[in-house]
């Protein structure tokens, strides 16, 4: 079974700095998605980018981009320029290329100051 | 384009109560899921379908929960009788499946803060 690791429960940042959100994963899966979704307080969830496991190149979505390391199983989000707009829980999740589950981790609360 | 759209935003009954909470997927997408989201256990999958067929329920929690999907515009997930421990947002999210399998993102909607009293 495939699992994912947050192991940052709340971060926060200076507006206008960049932060950097961790993801770990474990599957045995050679293809796989990756994906960021973002929790603001209003409670939608988000799809912020998406990462598909055999391009090698890191996604990026504007003033986001990540850093797939897959050897490491690693998957973190980092925003550049923060902005108050940003703050919001930040889940990472991982899904089989031909499979429809989507696996969750616990979160990470950003939290973006002025 | 109007996103998933659930119904009610929020619900707030007594325990014994039938609960039903509807969803209108994304026109095109045929790929439908059910989460639910806690504190305690964050965000689990309950159950999905595929062109309207059940694939896979092996998250929903016991015999109380029940989820259909008529047709490709509108399913229901129905808590009978609800409990405490039940409390939850519940969200779903549609997608569109191809045929070779390969899967496109998920779109949610704003899901339903469910209280029982």
């Known amino acids: 079974a495939q699992t994912v690791t947050q192991s940052q429960p709340e971060m926060s940042v200076q507006e206008a700095e960049t932060v950097t959100l961790s993801c770990t994963y474990d599957t045995s899966e050679s293809n796989y998605y990756l994906f960021w979704y973002k929790q603001p307080p209003s409670r939608q969830m988000i799809l912020v980018i998406r990462q598909e496991a055999y391009k090698q190149q890191n996604a990026t979505e504007n003033r986001f981009s990540v850093n797939f390391q897959k050897a490491a199983k690693s998957f973190s989000l980092k925003i550049s320029d923060s902005q108050l707009g940003d703050t919001a829980m930040y889940f990472c999740a991982f899904m089989m290329k031909y499979g429809n589950k989507l696996v969750f981790g616990a979160g990470t609360i950003l939290r973006v100051k002025s | 384009d109007a996103g998933v759209i659930q119904s009610p935003r929020h619900e707030v009954t007594e325990m014994g109560q039938e609960v039903t909470l509807r969803c209108k997927p994304i026109s095109g997408h045929n790929s439908l899921f059910w989460y639910r989201q806690t504190m305690m256990r964050g965000l689990e999958l309950l159950i999905y379908?595929?062109?309207?067929?059940?694939?896979?329920d092996s998250g929903m929690p016991e015999d109380r929960f029940s989820a259909k999907m008529p047709n490709a515009s509108f399913s229901t997930l129905k808590i009978q009788p609800s409990e405490p421990r039940d409390s939850a947002v519940y969200f779903c999210a549609s997608s569109f499946s191809r045929t070779d399998y390969s899967n496109q993102p998920q779109h949610f909607g704003d899901g339903t803060r469910l209280s029982i009293l």
């Open positions: 379908f595929n062109n309207n067929v059940p694939i896979d």
